[in-house]
């Protein structure tokens, strides 16, 4: 399961970065990779232990900075948990959700981290939650709000593993940063196309 | 999610150069659409009831106007985002006025007063905390020593029961308060059938339908109630429909829809209806009782004289109400309220008795609130002003505005030592107050309303408080406490809340429910608690019915002319002022938005070399206002009218210095009880001043465009087409095609079912189709505002509806008929939105593919490829495309208006073309779900905004390709027909012609 995910990542990429550096519209001829198996990457596909890095870390890697050093590669890859525990709503709006403080305090209530810098920023989450402050995220990927995004459609057409089609490959990112521009209409349609599906403006556009 | 709402427009410049910057390759940080950072800032704790991206419903009642129709509220991501009907609510089931949507218009109001507020050391009002507020007014009214009065215009329920309750205990006065109250009804069923109550009405059974001035369709009654019972029996069924007449001076919206209009001399209404008793009695088996004799003296020459109603139309009037079982006559809304409306509406109590209405479509003993009459205000003015009241506390009523200035009303509320209000908008009542401790809104409060015996319905707090208030039902228990004592001891509930459980636990014991808390969450769910009517009691006539008169009512004042004002059908009693989807509404009849007008009869105006939009000065001994002219055909000529609803002094910002108040002409004796609105005849003085009328038609007249299409119920019994109807009536030569053009209709038609086989519109798409039954559509514009309210459609204000640049994606087109040469005159409407055209002419001009057919038969509009040629427009014969002119998304929705903004819809920035979509929001959602269940669509899945609305259920709305759906049958009515067929642009859009039961004349 998590094998096709990374494939299909990839091939998703790949069609991504085409049109954001050539601009050509012809990518949308190529859509039959998309079926074809691909080559893991070559990010250290076998080990599930995330790297160890410190908050000072954070700001030599990619994306912004985010005012908890929160690592998604610990939780969805390390310790594997699913993307839908936290992104609650995917599958059934058209927004995945955030979640609440009180989802982050059901674990940390009891998980104080392992090493220093672990506890440092559980710390922080912990004095907000006791402060009733919610954390503020720096959002990463914001559509346009003349386009409609039905987040729940596409998992149900491509599984609920799908996520990393968009997101890129989230289990390895320390701190999330954009693969892929989602406001480029060129990377929604080349998918569409590939997978013979509506391409009608106002599928998306109302 | 409590991310940014979708309100924030996106900037059309800006969003151009990120496009392009997108386009070459750099991903900027913070999304395309801004480069600001968002931030996504989490819940503490998730609330159990809501999905981000999923609207939450929660079932609550309207507190607009005292029918306490049932509500669904929308909400998302916790705030409230449209309002409609509930279903299960016998009342509305599931329509809503545009009044009632407007609510959220209040709850959003930048006009809205944001904390408690009191007087300062320095006497001026500033903000206080709520607790000081409750201190306050303990302490005051310690020191008033039982001097204390309340005016209420809060509906009967558990509030109410605490109020009467507490002004008891404080040994003050309570008067329930209601502009447009029903004490001449609730006085003349008194002299009638010794019955002190106001009855409900039963159009819908009703085969005649007969009213003597009452604007039953917008603001007499219960509007919807009667609204949809008037569609069901005067929109035809497909074999008859009911006939309905209307008499006053002045032809209201409800007037317009009756398929005649008797311009009765104002006053002399209750000579007609018992000019008709005295006409029927004879014939019918019913007895009379002591109003016998008086009947006797009312024959129809006599009728005639008084009227100025020939007595042949008074007899054929007669033969035909006698002939219909059961009918229904109504009477006592403003345009009937003078010195003798008590007699109208006691004669026609005994024409209803003579007819055997009564208990058929008459029904007493449901229940229906009465406020305490004008009668109980006038005696309060006169106490404040000796100086015998020290507290006053005014709730959910603005008397100061709604009462015409010459009662004095505000210098005697001046004359009280201390003033509270609980008014969420700072009126012209509330500018008095020295305590100003603002209501929560009804959105955001725990609170019930009881509209009949039958109904009861649940307000519960759908949202957090938008600004800082507290409900006025806990204020009332506060205080109490503060107070101690005998008083504190009546009132041990800790808070409004706990009175209401308590209340519905008493409530659900005396039903036989096994456990409160199931059954409060059980009527919290549903709404309410909804019985069965109870049975009709049995009425007989009394003896005092004797005394009833048909004497013509004596008008004061030595003008030329009657003045009649009348509710507005957006304002209602001024309250809707303020609120800008029904400024920008236009009125039903006149289509004038955002002003104040003078009706005058087009030939008086003519005599009097005065045209449309002239300021005419109209005086009284009371006082003198100034308001344009609007020249209209269906009123009297000895007879000026005028809207009620505007001219506040203050009331924020969108009302404040905006038109006048016909009220300010008239006298303010309580006389027998209530306030006579026709009371005084004006005099009408031309000044120099023009003020441009801003009206939303073109021209008031079809000028033989066959835009709306009517045939009399003869005609469409036989299932005529509107083509056959007019050839019957010898008019078909120039409405018919030719020959050559019905063959170059089919051959298109053949050429587009060709069409239809290649690309994307040969798969199995829905088309999606819409249905308008013009015989129920009454043009009451309930649809106008929920489109506004659904698709975030900006109001441009007075000054760009002058130029023409309204938004209203869906709107009411009136248009005369007759009034000329003698011909009757009437009037006839027809919603007119975007008809989704196979052939659409607009599609074929754009530049951009900004306009295009999609697949699924929609006319498609792409906000983000439109550049604004405005060829679009240029090329629509419907001329229902509008383009955006100004920054209206900036302009129309100040903080805090902008949290009503649907998140599904896009926010348009200046520079584009929109229209109506079909709410095609609404059809990806459901196509959304109904793929998530693994379901095709099934009809009813989707239902556009303006059908949703629509009290009279004119409109229906599908799928054309399920020969099963509810749009395929409408659309095989006979009576169906496309407005501009001859142009051959094939619209979605079927209308059903009008039908109307006119006399032949």
């Known amino acids: ?202 599928a998306c556009h109302y | ?114 904390f408690p507020m009191g007087r300062n050391a320095a006497g001026d009002i500033a903000e206080i905390l709520p607790l000081e507020g409750v201190n306050r007014l303990a302490d005051a009214i310690r020191s008033a020593n039982g001097k204390v009065a309340v005016v209420s215009g809060a509906g009967r329920g558990t509030f109410d029961d605490l109020l009467g309750r507490w002004v008891t205990t404080l040994g003050g006065r309570l008067v329930r308060y209601q502009a447009f109250d029903h004490e001449p009804v609730r006085l003349a069923n008194q002299m009638v059938f010794g019955l002190s109550e106001v009855p409900a009405h039963d159009f819908a059974k009703a085969k005649y339908i007969l009213s003597f001035g009452a604007d039953f369709l917008e603001t007499w009654g219960s509007p919807i109630e009667n609204q949809r019972g008037f569609a069901k029996s005067h ?87 006698g002939r219909a079982t059961p009918s229904l006559v109504v009477a006592g809304g403003v345009g009937g309220q003078h010195a003798g409306a008590i007699d109208l509406c006691a004669a026609v109590n005994i024409l209803n008795h003579v007819l055997g209405n009564v208990g058929q479509t008459v029904h007493f003993g449901r229940g229906v609130p009465s406020s305490d009459g004008y009668g109980a205000l006038a005696d309060l003015i006169g106490s404040m002003d000796r100086g015998e009241i020290g507290v006053l506390i005014v ?45 929560l809104h009804a959105l955001e409060r725990w609170d019930d309303l009881r509209p009949r015996a039958n109904v009861r319905g649940l307000i519960q707090p759908v949202m957090q408080p938008v600004f800082s208030g507290l409900n006025t039902g806990d204020l009332l228990l506060q205080v109490a406490r503060k107070l101690g004592g005998t008083v504190g001891a009546g009132f041990t509930a800790p808070t409004f809340e706990a009175e209401l459980k308590t209340a519905w636990g008493d409530f659900g014991r005396s039903r036989g429910a096994a456990d409160a808390d199931t059954f409060w969450r059980q009527s919290l769910a549903k709404g309410g608690v909804y019985d069965d009517a109870p049975a009709s009691p049995a009425v007989s006539v009394a003896a005092t019915a004797a005394q009833v008169s048909g004497a013509v009512a004596p008008l004061g004042g030595d003008g030329e002319f009657v003045f009649t004002p009348y509710p507005s059908s957006m304002y209602y009693d001024g309250r809707g002022a303020n609120r800008p989807w029904l400024l920008e509404n236009p009125d039903p009849v006149t289509k004038i938005t955002w002003q104040t007008w003078i009706e005058i009869n087009p030939e008086k105006a003519r005599e009097m070399n005065i045209r449309e939009g002239e300021i005419l000065r109209l005086s009284t001994p009371q006082g003198a206002i100034e308001a344009p002219v609007y020249l209209y055909p269906g009123i009297r000529p000895d007879t000026l009218a005028m809207p009620i609803g505007l001219g506040h002094t203050a009331f924020g910002d969108y009302a404040k210095g905006r038109g006048v108040n016909p009220l300010d002409l008239l006298g303010a004796e309580a006389g027998k009880g209530f306030l006579s609105y026709v009371s005084v005849k004006v005099k009408a003085e031309k000044t120099n001043g023009y003020k441009k009328l801003a009206k939303t038609e073109g021209n008031p007249r079809e000028l033989g465009r066959h835009i709306t299409e009517a045939m009399p119920v003869a005609h469409a019994a036989k299932g005529m087409t509107v083509e056959e109807s007019l050839k019957a009536d010898g008019e078909a030569e120039e409405a018919s095609n030719t020959k050559l053009e019905v063959d170059a209709l089919q051959g298109f038609r053949t050429a587009q079912v060709e069409q239809r086989k290649y690309g994307a519109y040969a798969e199995d798409f829905p088309q999606w189709g819409m249905s308008i039954d013009l015989a129920k559509c009454t043009g009451c514009s309930a649809c106008v505002t929920a489109c506004y309210a659904e698709n975030n459609i900006p109001h441009v204000g007075e000054e760009y509806v002058l130029r023409g640049r309204e938004m209203s994606w869906m709107r009411i087109e009136r248009y005369y008929e007759g009034g000329e040469n003698g011909e009757p005159f009437s009037a006839r409407v027809i919603p007119m939105l975007c008809q989704h055209c196979d052939n659409a002419p607009c599609e074929s001009v754009c530049p951009v593919y900004a306009s295009y057919h999609t697949a699924d038969g929609l006319n498609g509009q792409v906000y983000n490829r439109c550049v604004g040629t405005r060829y679009c427009s240029n090329n629509c014969p419907y001329k229902v495309r509008y383009f955006n002119w100004s920054a209206y998304a900036k302009l129309a929705f100040p903080e805090p208006l902008n949290l009503q903004l649907n998140p599904d819809v896009t926010v348009r920035a200046r520079g584009v073309m929109e229209k109506c979509t079909f709410c095609i929001q609404r059809i990806r959602s459901a196509q959304n779900q109904a793929r998530l269940e693994d379901r095709p669509l099934k009809d009813g899945d989707v239902v556009t905004a303006c059908a949703q609305a629509c009290p009279s259920g004119a409109i229906v709305f599908g799928n054309m390709k399920d020969p099963e759906s509810r749009v395929v049958k409408a659309k095989q009515d006979r009576r169906g027909y496309h407005v501009l067929e001859e142009i051959n642009v094939r619209p979605a859009v079927t209308y059903l012609a009008k039908v109307f039961d006119r006399a032949e004349a």
């Open chain 1, 1 to 202: 399961m998590r094998k096709l995910l990374v494939a299909g990542l990839v091939t998703a990429m790949g069609v991504g970065a085409a049109i954001l550096t050539l601009a050509r519209p012809s990518t949308a001829q190529q859509p039959a990779k998309t079926a074809a198996p691909q080559p893991a990457p070559k990010v250290e596909a076998d080990s599930v232990l995330a790297p160890r890095l410190t908050v000072a870390d954070s700001a030599g890697l990619k994306g912004p900075k985010q005012p908890v050093f929160f690592r998604h590669d610990i939780h969805a890859g390390q310790y594997k948990i699913q993307c839908q525990y936290c992104h609650y709503s995917v599958s059934r709006s058209s927004e995945p959700g955030i979640p609440s403080m009180q989802t982050c305090m059901g674990c940390h209530l009891v998980i104080g981290g392992t090493d220093s810098t672990h506890r440092a920023e559980i710390k922080k989450l912990r004095d907000a939650w006791r402060e009733k402050r919610p954390i503020e995220w720096v959002r990463i990927h914001t559509l346009a709000r003349h386009a409609h995004f039905p987040h729940m459609r596409h998992i149900k057409a491509m599984g609920p593993a799908a996520c990393g089609t968009c997101h890129g490959d989230v289990q390895r990112m320390p701190q999330v940063f954009k693969v892929n521009n989602v406001n480029n209409m060129g990377f929604c349609i080349s998918c569409h196309v590939a997978r013979k599906v509506n391409r009608d403006c106002s």
């Open chain 2, 395 to 439: 709730h959910e009523a603005n008397p100061v505005f709604t009462v015409p200035k010459s009662s004095k009303l505000a210098d005697a509320i001046r004359k009280v030592p201390f003033k509270v209000s609980t008014s969420m908008f700072m009126d012209e009542t509330t500018v008095l107050a020295d305590l100003i401790v603002p209501n």
């Open chain 2, 1 to 114: 999610m409590a991310d940014e709402h979708r309100s924030d427009p996106v900037d059309r410049r800006r969003f151009l150069k990120v496009l392009g910057v997108a386009g070459a390759g750099t991903a900027a940080l913070a999304g395309c659409s801004t480069d600001r950072i968002e931030k996504l800032v989490p819940y503490l704790v998730q609330s159990e009831d809501e999905v981000p991206g999923i609207a939450t419903w929660y079932a609550s009642t309207c507190t607009e106007c005292p029918t306490g129709c049932g509500l669904h509220v929308r909400t998302r991501e916790g705030r409230a985002v449209k309002l409609e009907g509930n279903p299960d609510h016998p009342i509305n089931a599931g329509t809503l006025c545009a009044r009632g949507q407007a609510a959220l218009q209040g709850l959003y109001n930048p006009g809205r007063i944001r």
């Open chain 2, 235 to 321: 929109g035809f069924d497909g074999q008859t429909m009911a006939k309905a007449v209307y008499v006053g001076p002045r032809m209201s919206l409800t007037g317009m829809n009756a398929d005649q209009w008797i311009a009765v001399k104002p006053g002399s209404e209750a000579s007609l209806a018992l000019g008709l008793a005295s006409a029927l009695a004879g014939s019918r088996n019913v007895d009379a009782g002591s109003a016998r004799t008086v009947l006797g003296e009312y024959t129809v020459d006599r009728v005639a004289t008084d009227t100025g109603v020939s007595a042949e139309v008074i007899r054929k009037l007669a033969e035909e109400l």
